[in-house]
Protein backbone atom coordinates (compact mmCIF):
# COMPACT_ATOMS: atom_id res chain seq x y z
CA UNK A 1 0.00 0.00 0.00
CA UNK A 2 1.55 3.38 -0.88
CA UNK A 3 1.10 6.37 1.60
CA UNK A 4 -0.21 9.39 1.22
CA UNK A 5 2.16 11.59 0.86
CA UNK A 6 2.90 15.78 0.00
CA UNK A 7 3.45 15.65 -4.21
CA UNK A 8 6.16 17.93 -5.53
CA UNK A 9 5.52 22.09 -5.23
CA UNK A 10 3.50 22.75 -8.36
CA UNK A 11 4.42 26.70 -9.94
CA UNK A 12 2.00 27.03 -13.13
CA UNK A 13 0.44 30.12 -15.09
CA UNK A 14 -2.30 27.80 -14.83
CA UNK A 15 -3.29 28.34 -11.37
CA UNK A 16 -3.55 31.83 -9.33
CA UNK A 17 -1.21 29.61 -6.14
CA UNK A 18 1.15 27.43 -5.87
CA UNK A 19 0.60 23.87 -4.60
CA UNK A 20 1.21 20.30 -3.38
CA UNK A 21 -1.20 17.43 -4.21
CA UNK A 22 -1.31 14.69 -1.56
CA UNK A 23 -0.07 11.86 -3.60
CA UNK A 24 -1.60 8.72 -4.52
CA UNK A 25 -3.73 11.41 -6.39
CA UNK A 26 -7.33 9.96 -6.69
CA UNK A 27 -7.90 8.87 -10.44
CA UNK A 28 -11.31 10.58 -10.83
CA UNK A 29 -11.80 12.37 -7.42
CA UNK A 30 -15.08 12.50 -5.78
CA UNK A 31 -14.54 15.50 -3.75
CA UNK A 32 -12.09 18.23 -3.48
CA UNK A 33 -10.63 19.60 -0.13
CA UNK A 34 -8.15 22.71 0.15
CA UNK A 35 -6.29 22.65 3.60
CA UNK A 36 -4.64 26.23 4.10
CA UNK A 37 -2.02 26.64 6.40
CA UNK A 38 -1.52 29.34 8.99
CA UNK A 39 0.68 32.61 8.79
CA UNK A 40 4.68 31.40 9.05
CA UNK A 41 3.97 27.60 8.01
CA UNK A 42 4.30 26.70 4.66
CA UNK A 43 1.67 24.07 2.63
CA UNK A 44 2.86 20.94 4.32
CA UNK A 45 1.77 22.14 7.88
CA UNK A 46 -1.11 20.06 7.27
CA UNK A 47 -0.25 17.44 4.80
CA UNK A 48 -0.88 14.72 7.83
CA UNK A 49 -4.64 15.80 8.28
CA UNK A 50 -4.92 15.59 4.39
CA UNK A 51 -3.50 11.70 4.38
CA UNK A 52 -6.11 10.64 6.37
CA UNK A 53 -9.34 11.63 4.52
CA UNK A 54 -10.80 9.03 2.14
CA UNK A 55 -8.68 8.23 -0.24
CA UNK A 56 -11.05 9.65 -3.42
CA UNK A 57 -10.34 13.10 -2.43
CA UNK A 58 -8.55 15.28 -4.07
CA UNK A 59 -6.56 16.94 -1.35
CA UNK A 60 -4.61 20.18 -2.48
CA UNK A 61 -2.37 22.06 0.10
CA UNK A 62 -1.94 25.59 -1.10
CA UNK A 63 1.24 27.54 -0.28
CA UNK A 64 0.31 31.06 0.57
CA UNK A 65 1.32 34.34 -1.57
CA UNK A 66 3.46 36.35 0.51
CA UNK A 67 6.85 35.48 2.00
CA UNK A 68 7.34 36.16 5.97
CA UNK A 69 10.86 34.98 6.14
CA UNK A 70 13.03 31.82 4.89
CA UNK A 71 10.77 28.80 4.24
CA UNK A 72 7.51 30.89 5.73
CA UNK A 73 4.59 32.24 3.69
CA UNK A 74 1.37 33.97 4.68
CA UNK A 75 -1.91 35.22 2.94
CA UNK A 76 -1.62 39.02 4.52
CA UNK A 77 0.48 40.54 7.51
CA UNK A 78 -0.94 41.39 10.72
CA UNK A 79 0.36 43.26 14.11
CA UNK A 80 -1.36 41.54 17.60
CA UNK A 81 -2.37 44.68 20.13
CA UNK A 82 -3.34 45.66 22.94
CA UNK A 83 -6.59 45.83 20.70
CA UNK A 84 -6.59 42.74 19.25
CA UNK A 85 -5.41 41.73 15.66
CA UNK A 86 -4.63 44.73 13.32
CA UNK A 87 -4.61 43.15 9.29
CA UNK A 88 -3.46 44.57 6.58
CA UNK A 89 -6.99 44.59 4.43
CA UNK A 90 -5.45 44.96 1.31
CA UNK A 91 -3.39 42.17 1.54
CA UNK A 92 -6.19 40.07 2.79
CA UNK A 93 -8.18 40.61 -0.19
CA UNK A 94 -5.99 39.84 -2.65
CA UNK A 95 -5.34 36.42 -1.31
CA UNK A 96 -9.22 36.10 -0.86
CA UNK A 97 -9.12 36.39 -4.13
CA UNK A 98 -6.21 34.21 -5.42
CA UNK A 99 -7.99 31.54 -3.86
CA UNK A 100 -11.47 32.03 -5.34
CA UNK A 101 -9.65 32.03 -8.61
CA UNK A 102 -7.77 28.81 -7.67
CA UNK A 103 -10.59 26.95 -6.43
CA UNK A 104 -12.21 27.36 -9.60
CA UNK A 105 -9.16 26.33 -11.77
CA UNK A 106 -8.81 23.37 -9.72
CA UNK A 107 -12.61 22.47 -10.04
CA UNK A 108 -12.32 22.90 -13.79
CA UNK A 109 -8.96 20.79 -14.36
CA UNK A 110 -10.45 17.77 -12.50
CA UNK A 111 -13.89 18.29 -13.08
CA UNK A 112 -15.36 18.60 -9.50
CA UNK A 113 -18.10 20.53 -8.85
CA UNK A 114 -18.75 23.32 -5.89
CA UNK A 115 -20.85 21.02 -4.20
CA UNK A 116 -18.35 18.46 -3.59
CA UNK A 117 -15.44 21.50 -2.55
CA UNK A 118 -14.76 22.07 1.19
CA UNK A 119 -11.89 24.65 2.18
CA UNK A 120 -10.31 24.54 5.62
CA UNK A 121 -7.04 25.65 7.61
CA UNK A 122 -5.52 26.63 10.66
CA UNK A 123 -5.30 30.09 11.88
CA UNK A 124 -5.04 32.46 9.22
CA UNK A 125 -5.95 29.76 6.72
CA UNK A 126 -8.63 29.52 8.81
CA UNK A 127 -9.47 32.98 8.40
CA UNK A 128 -8.98 32.27 4.19
CA UNK A 129 -11.15 29.63 4.24
CA UNK A 130 -14.72 31.28 5.97
CA UNK A 131 -13.20 34.80 3.96
CA UNK A 132 -13.58 32.44 0.69
CA UNK A 133 -17.34 30.76 1.40
CA UNK A 134 -18.85 33.54 2.87
CA UNK A 135 -17.71 35.73 0.06
CA UNK A 136 -18.18 33.19 -2.49
CA UNK A 137 -20.68 30.74 -0.85
CA UNK A 138 -21.51 29.10 -4.51
CA UNK A 139 -17.69 28.24 -4.93
CA UNK A 140 -17.28 25.37 -1.93
CA UNK A 141 -20.19 23.27 -0.05
CA UNK A 142 -18.53 23.94 3.38
CA UNK A 143 -15.59 25.66 5.19
CA UNK A 144 -13.33 24.57 8.74
CA UNK A 145 -12.18 27.17 11.03
CA UNK A 146 -9.25 25.89 12.99
CA UNK A 147 -8.26 28.07 15.70
CA UNK A 148 -8.85 30.99 13.33
CA UNK A 149 -11.42 33.37 12.86
CA UNK A 150 -14.13 35.24 10.83
CA UNK A 151 -12.44 38.82 9.68
CA UNK A 152 -15.16 41.46 10.47
CA UNK A 153 -13.89 43.36 7.34
CA UNK A 154 -15.49 40.90 4.57
CA UNK A 155 -18.97 42.04 6.07
CA UNK A 156 -19.31 44.22 2.96
CA UNK A 157 -19.00 41.22 0.48
CA UNK A 158 -20.96 38.72 2.00
CA UNK A 159 -22.73 36.61 -0.17
CA UNK A 160 -26.56 36.52 -0.49
CA UNK A 161 -28.45 34.37 2.65
CA UNK A 162 -29.96 31.85 0.38
CA UNK A 163 -26.13 30.42 -0.58
CA UNK A 164 -24.87 30.91 2.77
CA UNK A 165 -27.90 28.74 4.22
CA UNK A 166 -26.33 26.17 1.95
CA UNK A 167 -22.89 25.86 3.32
CA UNK A 168 -22.00 23.75 6.08
CA UNK A 169 -19.10 24.93 8.77
CA UNK A 170 -17.07 24.00 11.19
CA UNK A 171 -15.63 26.51 14.04
CA UNK A 172 -12.73 24.38 16.59
CA UNK A 173 -10.76 26.31 18.79
CA UNK A 174 -9.09 26.47 21.50
CA UNK A 175 -10.07 27.54 25.35
CA UNK A 176 -6.50 28.88 26.30
CA UNK A 177 -5.72 30.37 22.95
CA UNK A 178 -3.61 32.99 23.57
CA UNK A 179 -3.14 34.04 20.26
CA UNK A 180 -6.72 34.19 18.78
CA UNK A 181 -8.80 33.99 22.29
CA UNK A 182 -11.76 32.13 22.33
CA UNK A 183 -14.34 34.65 22.79
CA UNK A 184 -13.31 34.88 18.63
CA UNK A 185 -14.57 31.27 18.11
CA UNK A 186 -17.75 32.98 20.12
CA UNK A 187 -18.33 35.68 18.19
CA UNK A 188 -18.11 32.87 15.07
CA UNK A 189 -20.95 30.63 16.36
CA UNK A 190 -22.91 33.70 16.77
CA UNK A 191 -22.30 35.27 13.12
CA UNK A 192 -22.91 32.20 11.59
CA UNK A 193 -26.01 31.99 13.14
CA UNK A 194 -27.15 35.30 12.49
CA UNK A 195 -26.03 34.42 8.84
CA UNK A 196 -28.29 31.17 8.80
CA UNK A 197 -25.09 28.92 7.88
CA UNK A 198 -25.54 25.60 8.98
CA UNK A 199 -22.60 24.86 11.26
CA UNK A 200 -20.64 23.27 14.53
CA UNK A 201 -18.56 24.53 17.02
CA UNK A 202 -16.24 22.98 19.67
CA UNK A 203 -14.10 24.04 22.10
CA UNK A 204 -11.22 22.33 23.96
CA UNK A 205 -8.91 22.81 26.56
CA UNK A 206 -6.04 23.49 24.34
CA UNK A 207 -4.11 26.49 23.58
CA UNK A 208 -3.26 27.81 19.90
CA UNK A 209 -2.30 24.50 18.52
CA UNK A 210 -4.07 21.83 16.52
CA UNK A 211 -4.51 18.88 18.99
CA UNK A 212 -5.62 14.93 18.35
CA UNK A 213 -8.94 16.13 19.51
CA UNK A 214 -9.10 18.70 17.48
CA UNK A 215 -7.91 16.76 14.29
CA UNK A 216 -10.90 13.96 15.21
CA UNK A 217 -13.30 16.90 15.12
CA UNK A 218 -12.23 17.84 11.87
CA UNK A 219 -12.21 14.54 10.39
CA UNK A 220 -15.43 13.34 11.87
CA UNK A 221 -17.40 16.62 10.70
CA UNK A 222 -15.85 16.13 7.09
CA UNK A 223 -16.47 12.14 6.75
CA UNK A 224 -20.30 12.64 8.13
CA UNK A 225 -22.24 10.37 6.06
CA UNK A 226 -24.72 13.84 5.75
CA UNK A 227 -22.23 16.12 4.23
CA UNK A 228 -23.18 16.70 0.96
CA UNK A 229 -19.71 16.23 -0.37
CA UNK A 230 -19.69 12.67 0.87
CA UNK A 231 -23.11 11.61 -0.74
CA UNK A 232 -22.04 8.10 -2.84
CA UNK A 233 -24.74 8.68 -5.14
CA UNK A 234 -24.66 11.24 -8.20
CA UNK A 235 -21.67 13.17 -9.40
Same mark, same amino acid.
Given at each position: ???????????????????????????????????????????????????????????????????? @????? #??????????? =? *?? +???? $????????????????????????????? @????? #??????????? =? *?? +???? $???????LPEIAP?????????????LVVHGR????????????????????????????????????AAMRAD??????????????????
Amino acid at each position: MVLPTPGPLVESPDYALAFRLIEPVPPVPRRLLLLLHGVGGQEGQLASLGAEVARDTLVVLPRAPRSV @GEGMF #GWFRVAFTAQG =P *RI +VPEE $AEESRQALVDFIGQLQAHHDVPPARTVVA @GFSQG #GILSASVALTA =P *RA +VAGF $AVLCGRILPEIAPRLGPREALARLHALVVHGRGDDKLPVAWAERADAWLADLGVPHVLRLHDAGHALTAAMRADFLDWFAAPKQPWMDTEGA
